[in-house]
Structure formats: structure tokens, C-alpha cells
């Protein structure tokens, strides 16, 4: 094979990541590189534990920015030494799961309750069996480094062991109760909702004035944007130091529809200025209203049932949906004569967070865990700094939800879940309904054969299940297999970075850390990177009905794992949304084939000096001045990219590495590197390949935690020209700075690339401004003239034909341009090129004409006719044109500057 064919083979013109990420990403599993305590035994540990994706998901955007943050801090850190743990896993998620099964059982004209529960909830572990996988699978294809015989299921049987044991330990200690109370009922999904799963939307409604008659003459007026829950209406309330009112409270109000008495009462909660200043309590159905009726003392009556549907307390309206109740209700109030008026109304409306439907505020027999004992350390962790926030204005959102803590509704109206590990016994129940005293509740983490307190076999559990989070705030402690005192649990926990996103602080970080508090005696992980959410380059939230999904496994399998990955993260600043276009890939794909070029440019070169078993020169002093430049920037880059992660600014670390590798090392080392190979075959072939080995590969290193697929496939090609340092990159020494730029004796050589630098950079920018190619070459003259190397490498890089020391002949030629630069005056002949005069001279008239043409702009938009008249449209396309001039005319200045020396 000839050494052409070679190389293509080896290194393809173009990077194709089809074919290579797959192959790679199997040797990497085969050989246990993720495998905690296989390469790095002895290191302190570090350990992420994967906010599990639900068995439901396909891996979206936001689950490729988590989980390549994640990716990025693990395998850094297991290539600076540390035992690296990535725990992977997936969360049963309830309600959702419940959902997705239900509607596939739906197409085939079965239903959830004609099944029955045992023989759904083997349904579900079918389904999950099936598609509880694919988002491990492309959480692989997205190069998670995760230790995947760690893996977990939030149902798996030892976790399941942890949440009947968190339950049974919090029910003892008096922190567990049942109670009745408001709550967030879904009458689609059927089931209790907690807060914080309950979204809010802005939604165009109506306020309706009602008029209920006085029992002794006249009217009060009352406004709702819930008409149909007055039927469960028990007082009407006004403030107490409302006048318009004094004389009327404490008498009563018949109540339309259902003649229900009911009082007129004071409370201070009601707000004189919003509606009439009155306002209708219904206790049942409302919050506020809730805790009203517990002031007062009112009746509680509830007039819809669990699936919104009006009861027999709804009277004349039983049957009806909620919604229809509305309607029917707004018109049998105006016909009787009770509507006084209707008002469109901004409302801001809570929605299940899982379907979308309104929420109903539902008086219901619920579990509830008191948060607030519980709460306590998770504030003091905070306030002590032992729990770290990045961004740390997360903190005081954090502390804020917390001081304003409410009690955890934790039972979901489901079959798919944690079933309560609360038991009844009948026999004790009949015998409480005779003597008033509640007996047969208990709480067991094993199926009891017997009731503990009578012996009787009559017994039955509660139907519910537990909310989902409730074992999602054991993960941390519970993947390693609490409650029982388990090697992994010694070794591992507590964990030290939690990556996630800014919409579960509440749902699941601040809880993690309430758990682990109340079980492990301590937070659950040190620092909490919260990230922002992707959305469209508009700001909108991504989603199937606004058509702006960008789907992440497609561009994995269309452009690789790396360009996604390298894109996401180089936009992504700390804690910022991210705001994605269509092609927001193209970057990282464009900087794959940077890499790849310049790693094909190197082996290239190796190959034609038959170059093999590579080791970078020990001693600085046998370098020149490119070469001490080159390795004292990538100290810097090295030490750049050592902070930025150290303080979680990833985007700050990879561009550091971008613009290093795209303009120190290509745009300038590279293009000096074939000066040395012209000028001094024998330097570059010992010194100089060596040096371009040694910092791209360094180069390789930093970047793999970003890019990994790419990085391991160049370090194992690299591997056949250098002496290797590991087998795979994946467990390879992260780079030590080598200290060049600080050595005192060296720091002058490295300050000359500097200034040749500015010098090329001059020329060649002066040379484009006029449409010279960069190329064609012309004489210039130095201050302090360039030699050897020097003057081979602006020749080279600029296109300078004669180096000139000023005070020689020609030094006043008619078209030459002067700048002043650090190292002296530079002049540039550009006879026979360009005429500087007339060059000017077509700068000022374009100038003059730009000018007038912004004049004329300027007026116009100046003009009150025209700004009070003009369509909004009309006027942004002048404030865009005047922008456009504005900018012409700068760029006009800056090359009149040039041509004259400044």
C-alpha cells in the first residue's frame, strides 16, 4: 500500500463520525473504563448520581445539555486521578408512565378498570420492559462515561425496600399524617397533585358579578371567575373595615339555586379593592376559602366529584361537567335576574404538569409530610455554605421556597407506584365505629400477615400509591442500597456535584437534601449546578404543538455525538437559558473538521520524516522561540481551563480550548511549523513534531471531556506515531502546565511571536482592506528589521517580498503606508499596486455620499408626521438602514485611517 493510501485509510479527507462513535463507545464499555475503582483505585472519589429520566422519555434537549454537564465534570475528573462514579438510572415516573400505558391499552379498546389493578400494573411492567430502555440506549449513543453495573430503577427492589423504610421511619416520628385539606386534584390524570406539580399559565378569562339576595330585602354583590363552585358556597365575607358593608355583617344571604342560608361574616384576608369587596367562601373548593371556613367555623360542602363532575349537592346541575355547570349556571343566573355583569379577565390558571388540564382546588382525605421540621438543615446548609449553589443566586431561591415551606401532599390516586405502606384492619375498624376511637392503622415495610393490634386477618393496604418524588429524594443514598450499611453506601455517599435543571430546585433538589438530612445525618452533595432551559432561538420553550423541537439523536446520527455536544456547551454560559437556531450544530461540526484537519496535517508530516516513538524535548532551553511561545499558551489555556471547571463555567473552558486550537496553534504554530520544516529539516523533524505531537495532544486531553468520540479516535491514531501514555484517552493524566511562561530567562523568546504576530496581522489586514491578495508580496521596512527566522516567517505568513531596514533606498516611495507598532515603526510600499491618493480620494466621495444618504434617513425618522403615521414595519426598516450606514461609514473611517498612517 502506498504511503498516500495510507493515509487516507488511517485518516480519511473528511471526518465521518458514522461508524467510528458506536465502535468506540462498545471498546470503552468492553474494556470497563467507567467502572469505578478499575483505572484509578487509589484516587479520592468522586461521584454524580444521574437525575434519572423518566422510562417514558425519549432523550430530548434538555436531557443532552444535563447529562453532557454531567459527562464533562465525570470524566475530567476520572482523567485528574480521582475515583470517578457516574451512577445511571431511570425514574418509574407515575402519573406519566400511567398515562402512556393507559392510552396504548386505549387503542386496543381496553380499559385501566376492566383490566384491574394487578393485571395493569403487569401491563406496565411489559411496557416498561419493552421502552423503559431507549433513553439509556441513547444517553450511550450521546457517550454518557456512566458505570452502567450501577445501574437502577426507582422500582427496583431495593429501592422500593428504601421507600417503605423512609415512610415507616417518618410515619414513627410523627412527620407522616392523613388530614383533609384543598388540594391540586387532576380529574384527568385522577389523582392528588402536589404544588409543586401544578404549572402555571396566563389564560383570557372572565369575571362574573353575581347577586345573591339578602334574607331581609336587597342584594350583595360578589365576583368569581368559578361560578359553578357557589353552589358549594357556605358565607359570603367582607373586610371588616370595609364601611360599605358594616350594617349588612352578620346577616344572611339565600343562596340562588339551592336555597342554601348562608351568613354574611368579616375576615381580614378579603381585599376591599378587588371585585365589589366581597367576595363568596367556598371551603371545599379554594385554598383561602379552606382556612376561612376553618376561622369561622363553616360548613364544608363539596359539590363536584373527583372526575369534576357536579354531585348531588349541585342540585338541579348533578351530571354536568364542571365546565358545562359553568355555562349552564352563568345563564340561569342572568334569566333569573342574578348576573349583574361580565368582565374579560387576565387569569392565571394552574395546570397538571403532566397532561395540561386545569387543576381543581379539592377537598380530599390526602398523605401529607410536615416539611417543615425537615426544612430546618436544609436551610442551615445553605446559610452555612456546606450546600453550594452555581449560579449562586439559585441560593436565595432555594432558602425562599424553604422559609415558606408547606406540608408535601405525597398520595397519588394511581396504580402505577410505590403502593403506601399503610395497612387497615377491618375488624378494628368496626370496633372503632363503636367506641369513637380510631384503631387498625399501622404502617409496615413487609406484608403483615396479621393486624398487630388484634391479631385478625381482615386486613387490606391503602390503595394509593406514593407521589414520585418520594423515591426520587432517597437517589442518592438509596442507588448505593440504604437502609441496609452497604460498602457502596460507605464508599460512595455522600455524593459531591448534582447537575440539573432550574425547574426541579424545588420538586427534587431541595428535597434530596431534606432527605439527606433526615436519614444520612448530613447534605446529600456539596455543589448543585443548575443549568438553564434549552429553548428556540425566539425563546420559546421547545414543544411538539409550537413545531420547534430540534431533535437531538438526529443530529447525532446525521453530523456525531460531538459536534451536538461541543455546540450545546459553547453556548451554554452559567445558568443562562440556552437559545438554540435550527443549525446550531454547525460549530461544533465545523471545529471536528478543524481537528481532524490539523491531526491529519501532523500524521502527514510524521509520515514523510519517517517519524515514530515521539517524546516531547525535556529541556526548554533546546527550543526556539515558536516552540517556547506555542507551549507557554498552552500553559495558560491548560491553567484557564483548570478554573473554569473548577468554578463550573464549562462554556468558558471549551472556548478557551476553541479559540486556542483554531488561532494559536492552526492560524499561527501550524503555518510556522512549515517555515521550520523549509528552513531546517533536521529541527523539525526532532523538536518540532515533537512539540506539535505534545500540544495537540494535550490539546486532545482538555477537549476529550467535551468531545470524546473524536479525541479517542485521533489519540489512538497518534498512539502509532508517539510513545503512548494509556491505551485510551479515557483514562489518560489530565495536562500539568509546564511552567514556560513564568521562567524569566524565557519569557523575551516568547514575546518575539508576539510581535511578529502584530506585524502579519497589519499586513495582511491592510492588504485585504484593498483587495490585494494576502499572497502576492511587497517590500517593507522596519524600525527594528527581523531577522533569520523572524523575518522567514513574516515573509512567509504576511506575503513580504523585501525586509528593508528604514534609512535604506526606497524607504520614501510615493505608495507606502506607515503604522506605528510596539516593536517600531512598520512601512509598506504598495508601488504598482494601489494608488494611496486615489484611494483616498474614492474613500471621500463614498464618504459624502453615505453621509448625505443618513442625512436624509436621519430626517425622516426625525419627522413627528412620519413616526406618528408611518406602520411599525416601515419605521424599523429605516432605524435598520440608518444602522447599515452607520456602520458603513465607521468601516469607511478605519480605512481612510489606514491609508493615512494612523
Request: aromatic share 12%; hydrophobic share 40%; with cysteine.
Amino acid at each position: 500500500m502506498d504511503d498516500k493510501k495510507e493515509m487516507e485509510e488511517k485518516f480519511p479527507p473528511q471526518y465521518n463520525s458514522k461508524g467510528i462513535e458506536d465502535g468506540l463507545y462498545d471498546l470503552w464499555e468492553e474494556k470497563g473504563y467507567f467502572t469505578a475503582s478499575s483505572h484509578k483505585a487509589g484516587g479520592k472519589k468522586y461521584v454524580v448520581v444521574i437525575p434519572p429520566p423518566n422510562i417514558t422519555g425519549f432523550l430530548h434537549m434538555g436531557h443532552a445539555l444535563n447529562n453532557t454537564i454531567q459527562d464533562i465534570l465525570v470524566r475530567w475528573k476520572r482523567m485528574a486521578g480521582f475515583n470517578a462514579l457516574w451512577v445511571p438510572g431511570t425514574d418509574h415516573a407515575g402519573i406519566a408512565t400511567q398515562n402512556v400505558v393507559e392510552k396504548m391499552l386505549g387503542k386496543k379498546n381496553v380499559h385501566r378498570k376492566t383490566l384491574g389493578r394487578e393485571k395493569f400494573i403487569e401491563e406496565v411492567w411489559k411496557w416498561k420492559e419493552e421502552y423503559g430502555s431507549r433513553i439509556i440506549f441513547q444517553l450511550k449513543k450521546l457517550g454518557a462515561s456512566c458505570d452502567w453495573s450501577m445501574q437502577r430503577f426507582t422500582m427496583d427492589e431495593g429501592l422500593s425496600r428504601s421507600v417503605k423504610e423512609a415512610f415507616v421511619l417518618l410515619y414513627n416520628k410523627g412527620l407522616i399524617y392523613r388530614g383533609e385539606r384543598i388540594i391540586n386534584r387532576c380529574c384527568r390524570c385522577g389523582t392528588a397533585l402536589s404544588d409543586e406539580e401544578v404549572e402555571y399559565r396566563d389564560e383570557d378569562s372572565f369575571l362574573y358579578y353575581l347577586k345573591y339576595p339578602l334574607e331581609d330585602g336587597g342584594f350583595i354583590e360578589v365576583a368569581t371567575t368559578r361560578p359553578e363552585t357557589m353552589l358549594g358556597d357556605t358565607a359570603v365575607a367582607v373586610n371588616p373595615a370595609d364601611a360599605r358593608y358594616k350594617k349588612i355583617i352578620g346577616k344572611n344571604v339565600k343562596l340562588p339555586f339551592v336555597d342554601r342560608i348562608i351568613p354574611v361574616i368579616a375576615d381580614d384576608a378579603v381585599e376591599k379593592d378587588f371585585g365589589t369587596g366581597a367576595v363568596k367562601v367556598t371551603p371545599s373548593h379554594d385554598p383561602a376559602d379552606f382556612e376561612m371556613g376553618k376561622r369561622h367555623d363553616l360548613p364544608f360542602v363539596t359539590v363536584m366529584n373527583e372526575e369534576g363532575v357536579m354531585n348531588e349537592n349541585a342540585g338541579i346541575f348533578k351530571g354536568l361537567d364542571r365546565f358545562k355547570c359553568r355555562e349552564e349556571i352563568v345563564k340561569g343566573l342572568e334569566s333569573a335576574g342574578f348576573l349583574a355583569k361580565t368582565e374579560p379577565h387576565a387569569n392565571r390558571v394552574g395546570c397538571c404538569y403532566r397532561c395540561g388540564n386545569l387543576v381543581e382546588p379539592y377537598l380530599s382525605a390526602q398523605w401529607f409530610v410536615k416539611m417543615a421540621p425537615l426544612a430546618k438543615p436544609a436551610i442551615e446548609a445553605a446559610e452555612k455554605d456546606e450546600l453550594k449553589f452555581y449560579p449562586e443566586r439559585w441560593k436565595k431561591v432555594y432558602l425562599n421556597w424553604l422559609y415558606n415551606i408547606r406540608d408535601w401532599c405525597i398520595s397519588r390516586q394511581i396504580w402505577w407506584g410505590h403502593r403506601i405502606p399503610v395497612w387497615y384492619c377491618r375488624d378494628c375498624a368496626a370496633k372503632s365505629a363503636e367506641g369513637g376511637e380510631q384503631k387498625g392503622v399501622f404502617v409496615s415495610a413487609d406484608t403483615p400477615a396479621a393486624c398487630p393490634e388484634c391479631g385478625g386477618s381482615e386486613i387490606y393496604q391503602d390503595p394509593d400509591v406514593l407521589d414520585t418524588w418520594f423515591s426520587s429524594w432517597l437517589w442518592p443514598f438509596s442507588v448505593f442500597g440504604w437502609p441496609e450499611k452497604t460498602k457502596e453506601l460507605e464508599t460512595y455517599y455522600p455524593t459531591d456535584t448534582l447537575a440539573t435543571a432550574q425547574e426541579i430546585l424545588f420538586f427534587w433538589v431541595a428535597k434530596m437534601v431534606m432527605a439527606g438530612n433526615e436519614f444520612m445525618g448530613g447534605t446529600p452533595f456539596e455543589n448543585v449546578l443548575i443549568h438553564g432551559t434549552v429553548r428556540d432561538k425566539t425563546g420559546r420553550k421547545m414543544s411538539k404543538s409550537l413545531g420547534n423541537v430540534i431533535d437531538p439523536v438526529k443530529i447525532i446520527e446525521d453530523y456525531g455525538a460531538d459536534s451536538l455536544r461541543f455546540s450545546l456547551i459553547s453556548m451554554t454560559a452559567s445558568g443562562q437559558d440556552v437559545f438554540l437556531s435550527p443549525t446550531f450544530y454547525i460549530k461544533g461540526r465545523n471545529f471536528m473538521n478543524k481537528l481532524w484537519n490539523a491531526s491529519r496535517f501532523i500524521a502527514s508530516a510524521a509520515d514523510n520524516n519517517g517519524v515514530s516513538g515521539i517524546e516531547l524535548p525535556r529541556d526548554a532551553n533546546d527550543l526556539l522561540f515558536p516552540e517556547l511561545w506555542i507551549i507557554a499558551k498552552l500553559d495558560g489555556v491548560t491553567e484557564n481551563v483548570n478554573a473554569s471547571l473548577e468554578s463550573f463555567r464549562l462554556n468558558e473552558a471549551l472556548n478557551s480550548l476553541y479559540d486556542f486550537f483554531w488561532h494559536d496553534f492552526c492560524d499561527w504554530y501550524l503555518e510556522i511549523s512549515k517555515v521550520h520544516q523549509e528552513q531546517n529539516a533536521e529541527y523539525f523533524r526532532n523538536t518540532v513534531l515533537p512539540v506539535l505531537f505534545h500540544v495537540h495532544l494535550s490539546v486532545m486531553k482538555m477537549l476529550h471531556p467535551f468531545i470524546p468520540f473524536i479525541t479517542e479516535k485521533i489519540w489512538r491514531i497518534f498512539s502509532g506515531y508517539c510513545v503512548p501514555e494509556t491505551e485510551s484517552i479515557v483514562v489518560s493524566s489530565w495536562p500539568v502546565p509546564r511552567a514556560v511562561s513564568r521562567n524569566r530567562e524565557l519569557r523575551d523568546e516568547v514575546k518575539k511571536i508576539e510581535d511578529i504576530i502584530e506585524v502579519v496581522t497589519t499586513i495582511r489586514d491592510i492588504k485585504t482592506r484593498f483587495g490585494v491578495p494576502v499572497v502576492k508580496p511587497i517590500d517593507c521596512f522596519f524600525e527594528r528589521k527581523p531577522e533569520g527566522l523572524e523575518a522567514a516567517v513574516i515573509s512567509r505568513l504576511a506575503g513580504v517580498g523585501n525586509i528593508i531596514a528604514y534609512g535604506k533606498k526606497g524607504e520614501s516611495a510615493g505608495n507606502m503606508l506607515v503604522k506605528n507598532l510596539r516593536q517600531g515603526r512598520l512601512g509598506m510600499s504598495f508601488e504598482g499596486i494601489i494608488d494611496i491618493s486615489k484611494e483616498t480620494s474614492k474613500l471621500i466621495n463614498e464618504r459624502e455620499k453615505l453621509k448625505g444618504y443618513f442625512e436624509k434617513i436621519d430626517a425622516k425618522l426625525r419627522n413627528a408626521e412620519f413616526m406618528n403615521k408611518a406602520p411599525e414595519e416601515v419605521k424599523e426598516k429605516e432605524r435598520e438602514k440608518k444602522r447599515q450606514i452607520e456602520e458603513a461609514l465607521n468601516n469607511l473611517e478605519k480605512d481612510m485611517d489606514f491609508l493615512q498612517g494612523k
